[in-house]
């Protein structure tokens, strides 16, 4: 039911069965690693978990950093590597409209469709959607955002301990 309601809330056009979630772990710039968390029907597919060591961005850029991570994972759609990777139906951002406008930058040098696209902020847990200039607030006690939160806590917890492991095994060398 969280899922039918998420699509009613964030006006989807498709049922969002395969969701996944991003997100990016630092220290200043340092040992820089992205999350992709999957869930299906509202449950966790840890086998589809992926992670990913940032090569490109310099420095602290959270944005370029998404960019990297979001283009990465996209050119696996239509190969023959999709079949390992399907195509979500959802992908849900940990961050406000500047990340979210990041990852739309992607989707559009790529011309990706039949994804829908949405973000999550932390402070004040704002849904920003591409089809509203506004975020959507909703109770905290919303099912379908309790969700979303899990998905994204989730998604957080995945790059944290990532980025952790990396981070001890740098400073032990």
């Keep these: 039911n969280a899922c039918k309601r ?3 809330l964030l006006g989807l056009e498709r049922y969002p069965r395969r969701m996944e979630c991003y997100d990016i772990s630092n220290i200043s710039g340092v040992d820089k690693v992205g999350s992709m968390v999957v869930f299906i029907d509202g449950e966790a597919d840890r086998s589809s978990y992926r992670r990913f060591k940032i090569k490109t961005v310099e420095g602290a850029n959270d944005f370029a950093s ?12 239509g190969s023959e590597e999709e079949e390992r990777f399907p195509k979500p139906d959802l992908i ?8 979210l406008s990041a990852v739309k930058e992607i989707f559009d040098g790529m011309n990706v469709n039949g994804i829908e696209l949405v973000s999550l902020a932390k402070r004040e847990e704002e849904v920003f959607t591409l089809n509203s200039a506004e975020s959507i607030k909703t109770s905290h006690r919303d099912y379908s955002l309790k969700m979303l939160q899990r998905i994204r806590d989730e998604a957080h ?6 980025f952790r492991n990396l981070h001890s095994k740098r400073n032990l060398q």
């Design 157 to 162: 917890r995945f790059a944290i301990t990532y």
């Design 66 to 77: 998404l960019q990297e991570v979001l283009m990465r994972r996209l050119q696996k759609l």
């Design 92 to 99: 849900i951002i940990d961050g406000g409209r500047g990340q």
């Design 6 to 8: 998420l699509q009613e």
